[in-house]
């Protein structure tokens, strides 16, 4: 079975501070991971994704995230947070032996000017 | 292009009424999905469309039915809604096909915010 952990439902930096956003995971198989970030009132937009190429994945807005293995993590980083940034993330896994998606709980980001 | 459209936006119901949330997109996409999401749980499947004419159970299908209608279309029935289904609905679509064997982005609609009293 698959399942995502983010720690920490709020986060909250600095304008100008390092975003770190955690995720585990927990997988039987190589898992596909993504990150999603949605604005209030918004659906949710892919941030970015690992898929088995570079463990470094570069995403949109200066987000990247890191896939590895050993720690089974994919944490979100950002290294200087924007007032724009506040929003809520989501980790994502899936599997390639069906279509079905895993999210985590969500980390809620505020940005303090 | 559109991309993910949903209607409604907003919905209030009693308890027992059905209703039908209406999802289209436009991106010849051949998988659709709808999830609820409420506070502190993320998002969670209720049902997939692979392709157009197949459907399976995701993680809540209970007091849920989906058509998918053609490969556009993919529509989420509350046959006799409960305060429990109270949530907020997202559809999503992704490009794979069944047999892929890859993981796609999935492109999320804007969202029906339901309440049931």
């Known amino acids: 079975a698959q399942s995502v952990t983010q720690l920490g439902s709020h986060v909250s930096v600095s304008e100008g501070a390092l975003v770190l956003l955690r995720c585990n995971y927990s997988?039987?198989?190589?898992?596909?991971l993504f990150w999603y970030v949605q604005y209030p009132n918004q659906g949710l937009q892919l941030l970015l994704k690992?898929?088995?190429?570079?463990?470094l994945v570069k995403g949109i807005n200066g987000f990247e995230a890191e896939f590895k293995k050993s720690e089974t993590s994919f944490h979100l980083t950002k290294p200087s947070a924007h007032m724009s940034d506040a929003a809520e993330y989501f980790c994502?896994?899936?599997?390639?032996?069906?279509?079905?998606?895993?999210f985590g709980t969500g980390t809620s980001l505020t940005v303090i000017p | 292009n559109a991309g993910v459209t949903q209607t409604p936006k907003f919905q209030v119901l009693k308890t027992g009424q059905s209703m039908t949330l209406q999802c289209a997109q436009d991106?010849?996409?051949?998988?659709m999905y709808w999830y609820r999401q409420d506070p502190g749980m993320g998002l969670r499947l209720i049902y997939y469309?692979?392709?157009?004419?197949?459907?399976d159970k995701g993680e809540v299908p209970n007091g849920y039915n989906v058509s998918r209608l053609n490969k556009r279309e993919f529509s989420l029935r509350l046959e006799s809604a409960a305060p429990s289904q109270t949530s907020v609905y997202f559809c999503?679509?992704?490009?794979?096909?069944?047999?892929?064997?890859?993981?796609?982005?999935?492109?999320f609609g804007p969202g029906t915010r339901l309440t049931v009293l």
């Open positions: 999503a679509s992704s490009p794979r096909a069944r047999t892929s064997g890859m993981a796609d982005t999935q492109y």
């Open positions: 997988s039987s198989v190589p898992p596909y």
């Open positions: 690992y898929t088995s190429a570079a463990t």
């Open positions: 994502a896994v899936s599997v390639d032996t069906g279509n079905q998606f895993y």
């Open positions: 991106m010849n996409h051949n998988s």
């Open positions: 469309s692979a392709s157009e004419g197949t459907t």
